[in-house]
């Protein structure tokens, strides 16, 4: 909490597995865009008995999670928590300290990334409806959460925190997320919108991109939520677009958000990302929310009083804010006739753990596994050296963002004690150490703008132990990767550079023990081309919730097949990512998307740029073959529906999870369009032996690019090639299609 104090004085300067899921609930929930609310009589006789300074009493915080209420109308105040994470603890009311309550403790759900990675919506629709429970336990009433910017650049500190850098991808998890999450009587607040791709100058970074870019990569998902799964609630963001702030953003709020795509909830601030009074109102935002001071200073607080006072916003204008709001508490039985039939939820359950365990288990990725390394056949191996702090380190809590206080945290270690037959004996090694360059504090604390700095050489005690550990051991685990202090909210990172001398480390290992099994723990892409090439066995895991070592231990001893697929690019160099290859990371007062709409894999594949690891790149324990590639017809008209039809095989000897991915290129086209873009996608669940036929469909519409000239988008008639395959990069069947 310390540390969040930090930023806001810096921001303000400057089955096991395979076990069935519920499934994803296509009905929608109520609808907040429905015009003609059955409430609007009771809001309408509430406002004509409310004073103006009960209204605007509504639109601002009244403490650091919540805005005003009014008693005396049976109004209660709107209760948030932040959310990526799980419920986050409860926070003081007037300051970042913890309120230090004993009921708060939450499961710690793993990061969005790592659900990303599951590429599993019902996974999405089971994390949204438990983490839902729990907010309702905590009786709160808005959730902040999920985050589904853009992942633009890999270096972002808040990549674990989103989803992927896919727009396709993004939508059809956010969509079953907020579902699942509002289906609780609780409101989503999905954030940040929109173009909040970086933490580096995020105060007042003005970002300038063309409006296919916009349309294509950055709104997708953000659309969806509103449109498919009707959000109860968007958070602008701290940034600039276009020269205006996004809280007081007319075309981003007003424009798009409201009349394009027809949101009818609140748009909340994010917190101290106010600028101005009548023209944030005037722009779309409803509710500010900040950091600590006098919550009357808030732009929306008494300078709107006197704003209305003096006639330079109208009173109807305000009342039209207070109905949104209201509007949404009603939706979600925090007033009106229904308040005793409001969900209750639970919170650190067995079974909300079991979720996080489930996520956990189809997150992981297999990245290498030579001479079949893996799963470890633990026969004749009698000890198992672990090595490295992140063996041990918990990341519930960490770095700047919200994290969760809870009682479960299993680190890779502690699975593994749990998952190994006692004969097993096993030699831990923290190997190398967190240290951060703060010659203040001589430990975390340096975190510039421009990320935290690390101290990489290795402590030689902890060295030789590892090495130690390593010889006298049949089979070495190492532990690597980063942590929660080290990639964070409020700032970037400097490189791709593996941190704390873990390079060395690895290396040293591999020397004395081949049997060297490599597991990363991140939550964004990091250098690890030489260790990849060194070591037989690369897995990839996350900052993976309450019950991540566990669901890491069954993966490597193979209990768990792994199923987990990358949501985003790992590149070989950071020159080659997009936003760095055409030097448009950070940009300073202003960033321009140069590589528009080549973000991610769309970048990669248009340059030929060969990855380290592509998207939708990871292994299984068994194999699969894709074929029969069909499609009911071979010609379609700009309003119909293409529907596909492939074989899958499990080629293995054991149960698995595959996800076949379907690609679309338009290799003819009036505009540039990327060599692939993902278009479906399904997991399909295998025994050994067994073959399915998989369906999918797609719109002819969802082939359409967004056309600057007509503003509007456009299918240009013409051959589309579908690219059926395991990873954006392994694409085992094509089939051309025409559109005319
Ligand atoms: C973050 C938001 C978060 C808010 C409240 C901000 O710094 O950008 O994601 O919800 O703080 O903690």
């Known amino acids: 909490m310390k540390n969040k104090m930090k930023l806001v004085a810096l921001s303000i300067v400057v089955s096991a597995l395979f076990i069935n899921v519920p499934e994803a609930n296509s009905q929608t929930t109520s609808s907040v865009n429905s015009l003609n609310s059955k409430y609007d009589v009771e809001i309408d006789k509430l406002i004509s008995e409310m004073t103006i300074e009960e209204k605007i009493g509504m639109l601002h915080g009244n403490s650091m999670f919540s805005t005003g209420g009014v008693k005396r109308l049976g109004i209660p105040e709107l209760k948030m928590a932040d959310g990526p994470l799980g419920v986050r603890e409860e926070i003081s009311r007037n300051s970042w300290a913890p309120a230090g309550l004993t009921n708060d403790f939450a499961t710690y759900y793993p990061a969005a990334g790592a659900l990303a990675a599951t590429w599993n919506p019902h996974l999405a629709y089971m994390f949204g409806n ?208 229904n308040t005793n039939s409001r969900i209750k939820g639970s919170i650190a359950t067995e079974a909300h753990y079991q979720d996080a365990y489930k996520i956990a288990s189809e997150s992981v990725v297999l990245l290498k596994n030579e001479n079949k390394a893996l799963p470890l056949k633990l026969d004749a191996v009698k000890s198992i050296a672990v090595i490295g702090n992140n063996a041990i380190k918990k990341n519930a809590l960490g770095g700047f963002g919200a994290g969760v206080k809870t009682k479960r945290e299993i680190t890779p270690l502690e699975g593994l004690k749990n998952r190994l037959p006692n004969s097993i004996k096993i030699n831990f090694a923290e190997g190398y150490l967190e240290r951060y360059e703060d010659k203040k504090k001589g430990k975390l604390g340096d975190i510039t703008l421009n990320g935290p700095v690390t101290i990489d050489q290795l402590d030689p005690v902890k060295l030789q132990e590892a090495i130690d550990a390593a010889k006298n051991s049949d089979v070495a685990i190492v532990f690597a990767g980063s942590n929660r202090d080290y990639e964070t909210e409020a700032s970037d990172r400097r490189s791709l550079k593996l941190p704390f001398g873990q390079e060395e480390l690895i290396k040293k290992i591999l020397e004395v023990n081949p049997r060297t099994i490599v597991v990363m723990i991140g939550g964004a892409p990091f250098d690890i081309d030489e260790i990849g090439k060194k070591s037989s066995a690369l897995v990839w895991s996350w900052f993976n919730g309450s019950e991540g070592g566990n669901a890491l231990a069954d993966v490597l001893l193979g209990n768990i097949n792994p199923s987990g697929k990358l949501p985003w690019t790992m590149p070989k160099n950071i020159n080659e990512s997009p936003a760095h290859a055409t030097n448009s990371f950070p940009g300073g007062k202003t960033v321009t998307y140069a590589e528009g709409i080549l973000v991610g894999y769309r970048w990669f594949d248009t340059k030929k740029i060969e990855p380290l690891y592509p998207f939708g790149y990871g292994l299984s324990y068994t194999n699969f073959s894709i074929a029969h590639l069909t499609t009911d017809k071979k010609s379609y008209k ?64 969802d082939l359409a690019f967004y056309d600057e000239v007509k503003k509007a988008w456009n299918v240009e008639a013409g051959d589309f090639i579908l690219q059926l395959g395991n990873s954006s990069r392994n694409i085992s069947q094509t089939l051309k299609i025409s559109v005319r």
């Open 638 to 701: 700009k309003n119909e529906t293409i529907h596909i039809k492939f074989s899958i095989k499990n080629t293995g000897d054991r149960y698995g999870a595959e996800v076949a991915q379907l690609y679309v290129s338009q290799p003819v086209c009036s505009v540039l369009r990327p060599a692939k873009e993902l278009k479906a996608f399904e997991k399909v669940f295998l025994q050994a032996g067994e073959t399915k036929t998989v369906e999918m469909n797609v719109k002819v519409s």
């Open 130 to 337: 438990s983490v839902g429970q729990e907010l309702r336990a905590r009786d709160k009433d808005m959730l902040l959460s999920p985050a589904i910017n853009i992942v633009r650049t890999p270096l972002g500190g808040r990549t674990y925190e989103y989803l992927t850098e896919d727009p396709f991808l993004n939508k059809k998890m956010a969509v079953q997320i907020v579902e699942g999450l509002q289906k609780n009587d609780v409101m989503a607040c999905v954030k940040h919108f929109a173009a909040n791709n970086q933490e580096t100058n995020r105060d007042f970074v003005d970002v300038q991109m063309d409006e296919r870019t916009l349309r294509e990569i950055y709104l997708p998902a953000f659309e969806a939520v509103v449109k498919d799964a009707k959000a109860y609630s968007i958070m602008g963001a701290y940034n600039k677009f276009r020269g205006e702030y996004l809280c007081e953003n007319d075309y981003m709020l007003n424009k798009i958000l409201r009349n394009e795509w027809g949101f009818k909830g609140v748009v909340v601030s994010d917190w101290a990302a106010v600028h101005s009074t009548v023209k944030s109102l005037k722009s779309g935002l409803d509710i500010e929310m900040g950091t600590p001071k006098p919550f009357n200073e808030f732009f929306l607080a008494d300078k709107l009083i006197a704003a209305v006072k003096a006639g330079e916003i109208s009173e109807a204008e305000i009342n039209e804010h207070v109905k949104r709001i209201l509007h949404v508490l009603y939706q979600v039985k925090a007033m009106g006739s």
